[in-house]
């Protein structure tokens, strides 16, 4: 599945109308700052508030308001298929929950772009590579992503790779597995 910048501003729009504060987490955020105008795969959101699993019902009115389809996630948080522009988005919620964590400093220390007008958060992609390669899944499209963009900021790598100080030295050699030099 793909989606236009149009789309995703539209819904990144439509969320925030009604006070969802969230930042662009995924495979998204890499190809923002590629400067892509169409996306492949879904939007994953980390939602800063209000929660997604505490706040099932508000997340099914926005879904029901808006005439979107409403599932789950593998960790078993709401997912929408947003219908916007005549195009479909499947967006994620997430937040930190199980054995999924994204640290506070991460949310933090993201960027804020514009999109056809509409400003959204979004996490640099050298964070989105720390995260990936902690799952350990993904790193093909991690080494793809990093052949399209050609450098990285390697301080941003140490420092979002010592937020997980139990596991830097694993993430840090699947980075280098999918050839990131830092």
């Known amino acids: 599945m793909s989606f236009s910048k ?7 729009e439509k969320l925030s109308r ?4 969230f930042v662009i987490i995924g495979s998204t955020a890499v190809e923002i700052a590629l400067g892509r105008d ?16 505490a706040n099932e019902d508000f997340y099914r009115g926005i879904a029901a308001e808006e005439g979107w389809e409403v599932g789950f996630t593998e960790l078993g948080t709401i ?6 522009e005549g195009e479909a988005v499947e967006v994620e919620l997430y937040e930190n929950l199980m054995d999924f964590n994204i640290p506070e400093e991460v949310i933090s220390n993201t960027k ?4 056809n007008s509409v400003k959204v958060r979004v996490i640099h992609p050298e964070q989105y590579f720390v995260l990936k390669a902690r ?16 450098r990285l900021n ?16 694993d993430i840090a050699e699947r980075l280098r597995s999918a050839g990131l030099k830092f």
Not at 18 to 21: A, I, L
Not at 112 to 115: A, E, F, H, I, K
Request: net charge negative; charged share 25%.
């Open 6 to 12: 149009r789309a995703l501003a539209r819904v990144a």
């Open 18 to 21: 009604r006070g969802v504060e």
């Open 38 to 53: 169409v996306f492949e795969g879904d939007l994953d959101l980390f939602v800063i508030e209000p929660s997604p699993v």
């Open 79 to 84: 997912k929408f298929v947003a219908s916007v």
């Open 112 to 115: 804020q772009v514009s999109l």
């Open 135 to 150: 799952q350990g899944v993904d790193l093909e499209k991690v080494k793809y992503y990093y052949r399209q963009l050609g």
């Open 154 to 169: 390697t301080n941003m790598i140490e420092s979002t790779l010592s937020y997980f100080s139990d596991e830097s030295e």
